[in-house]
């Protein structure tokens, strides 16, 4: 296929245009919906629909440089591989977010070589993009020049939506369901009761909220309008007394629709609303929570604003008792699930080395047979990610899915590493691992390299801190081991996850850069999951869950450590303890103990017998 043939190249085409008739030197289009969502529903997949990336993270640009039509993507190391390939035949440039020389969608806009004037006349959906993000933006390009924002129509979105071959799907509006306090250890009333308390020392009278994940976790409820993520399209109002919800939604629970303190209104409403019913408010609102185009209204609505991150972030971050104690059954569930697909995967491999006929497996088939066994655990709601189950070379693609005309088969007996990184929503909480396995006696170069991840997971895992230290502090923890071999990943080595909510969140993070929100506190649960990345040949990840608890207080402040919440065995067959010290071999064999007392009685014999020789005590 040749360029000028490429169905992508041809609809950034449209777009360029359109951008000329509007008098558009630049167009914008973030990977984002009216909720700053890290994973979005399908009506607002923009970059996939331009570009062919279907990757979580990116910005696609389309400018006119000196007349000529250019297109850029930017993306974080996570996708550098799938970018590539996606892109490749479009016309658009990858820009490897963070690499050296590579500039920011800031920096790039700022280039004289955009437009024809001294100013830039930059175009955006003011509704999808962040209003921190777009005042950063501002700054950076007005180091070098001016630029006038034109926010007010979604032309991306419009031209798509013309296309009769590619309709532009609706927005969801699926049914909403309530997460009972048993679970969640908190009724909405104490939640938003904790939220007023802070609204009032503040001064605020009214906050509002766009975050999809901050509005469930209020008012403990739940969706499905966005795949993986139980959220709901909303948009919320708290005020000293009474709150106003904004939904998309056809069906409501009982417990919204007889609630006198909150009213419900149309989704499409909450804009006009903001323009009209905030004055004389003292409006709290999280410049990273809502859009561009919300805050521009809430401004010209009252002068009276408070600009400060929401406090729902922190709230939600730090898990109550019942929730603990939820997602330690939750993570039992998925360690049989897992537990079981694993012993599967060494049977045959086993089978393939004494010349038995096998049944051939593919990457999706090996998922599906993992999602079956999670359907049979009680109260499994669904997968809180799309699986990545990656073979071989598939494997150095961080966030690789298989897709039916791609997927790769899996090959037994030939020492090649099948890495699967999957999770599942329970009514009791939210799981996320991540375990590489070898099909056959791995050679001694992914043994080198599977131990030094493995080591880094465990020195992560054994750390002792005193609270609040900063999760960068941590981070090196677990990429020490693969510096000494000269490797290191290109992603976090851990990040926050919901309860029954996104699979990712914040404020808590295992990350390289230092952030003065992320903090780890008590009762927080964190992934730790180091990898290394051999592109065309193999990956190796680990992950558990772990969650910070209390251990001792002195002087000099409270101290926490961490407990694995994740119960699955690692890999023994390509476990070299030569390369572990004494410590790293005692966090093992207790962590293969723990394992073996909590999943063992709900497999069958043969299962048990398995998961016994997987974590018997290694030695050096």
């Known amino acids: 296929m040749s360029m000028d043939d490429n169905i992508f190249q041809g609809r950034v085409r449209l777009l360029w245009e359109k951008m000329k008739e509007e008098n558009l030197d630049a167009y914008l289009i973030p990977m984002g919906d009216y909720h700053g969502s890290e994973y979005i529903s399908e009506h607002f997949g923009l970059i996939a629909y331009y570009s062919g990336f279907t990757g979580s993270a990116g910005t696609l640009l389309v400018t006119n440089e000196a007349g000529a039509m250019q297109a850029y993507l930017w993306t974080d190391g996570r996708y550098f591989l799938q970018a590539g ?13 963070g690499e050296k020389g590579v500039p ?37 390009i007005e180091k070098k020049r001016k630029v006038l ?58 906050m509002v909220f766009a975050m999809l994940d901050e509005i469930a976790y209020l008012l403990n409820l739940r969706g499905s309008d966005v795949a993986y993520n139980p959220v709901f399209l909303a948009f919320l109002i708290v005020y000293e007394k009474g709150l106003t919800l904004y939904v998309n939604a056809k069906e409501l629970p009982e417990c919204l629709t007889k609630d006198e303190e909150i009213r419900v209104k149309p989704y499409e409403s909450f804009y006009p609303d903001l323009k009209k019913d905030l004055s004389g408010e003292k409006v709290w609102f999280d410049e990273d929570g809502v859009s561009f185009l919300a805050a521009g209204l809430i401004e010209g609505s009252t002068q009276d604003c408070i600009k400060k991150p929401s406090p729902v972030i922190l709230q939600k971050a730090v898990k109550t008792r019942q929730e603990i104690e939820g997602e330690k059954l939750a993570h039992i569930k998925d360690g049989v699930a897992v537990t079981k697909w694993i012993c599967a995967l060494k049977k045959l491999e086993r089978e393939a080395e004494e010349g038995k006929q096998i049944v051939s497996l593919t990457e999706l088939g090996a998922a599906g047979q993992l999602e079956e066994l999670r359907k049979e655990g009680e109260h499994y709601l669904g997968q809180s990610f799309a699986p990545i189950i990656a073979f071989g070379a598939n494997g150095a693609i961080v966030h690789y899915e298989p897709e039916p005309e791609t997927e790769a088969g899996i090959m037994f007996g030939r020492g090649e590493y099948l890495l699967a990184d999957t999770g599942g929503h329970y009514l009791e909480g939210t799981t996320d691992i991540t375990r590489t396995v070898s099909l056959g006696k791995p050679d001694e170069e992914k043994r080198k390299l599977y131990t030094a991840v493995l080591r880094g ?22 990429r020490e081991p693969l510096y000494r071999l000269g490797y290191d990943y290109r992603h976090g080595t851990g990040h926050g996850v919901g309860f029954v909510l996104n699979v990712h969140e914040g404020p808590n993070a295992f ?26 040949r193999f990956g190796i990840r680990l992950e558990s869950l772990i969650v910070s608890v209390f251990e001792k207080e002195s002087e000099y402040g409270r101290f926490l450590a961490f407990r694995p919440l994740t119960m699955v065995p690692f890999d023994r067959d390509s476990i070299e303890s030569a390369f572990l010290s004494e410590e790293n071999l005692a966090v093992l064999n207790e962590y293969h103990e723990t394992v073996y007392k909590t999943i063992s009685p709900f497999l069958n014999e043969e299962e048990r017998e398995w998961l016994r020789r997987e974590t018997a005590p290694i030695e050096k």
């Open 149 to 206: 924002f034109s926010s007010d129509r979604d032309l991306a979105g419009e031209l798509w939506q013309q296309d009769s071959s590619d309709k532009r799907p609706l927005l969801p509006a699926g049914a909403i369901w309530e997460l009972p306090v048993e679970y969640t250890g908190l009724s909405r009333k104490d939640k938003l009761t904790v939220l007023r308390e802070k609204m009032s020392g503040e001064g605020a009278s009214c």
């Open 457 to 478: 997971h465990l020195q992560l895992l054994d750390a002792h801190f005193i609270e609040d230290a900063p999760g960068s502090s941590l981070d090196q923890l677990a």
């Open 511 to 536: 990350r390289m850069k230092y952030t003065a929100q992320n903090k780890i506190r008590e009762n927080m649960v964190t992934s730790d999951e180091p990898g290394v990345y051999l592109e065309g």
């Open 85 to 97: 390939s996606q892109l490749e035949g479009t016309g658009i440039l990858l820009m490897k977010q």
């Open 104 to 140: 920011t969608v800031g920096e790039k806009l700022a280039d004289a070589n955009i437009g024809d004037g001294p100013e830039l006349h930059l175009g955006f959906d003011g509704k999808v993009v962040i209003a921190s993000y777009a005042e950063k933006l501002r700054k950076e």
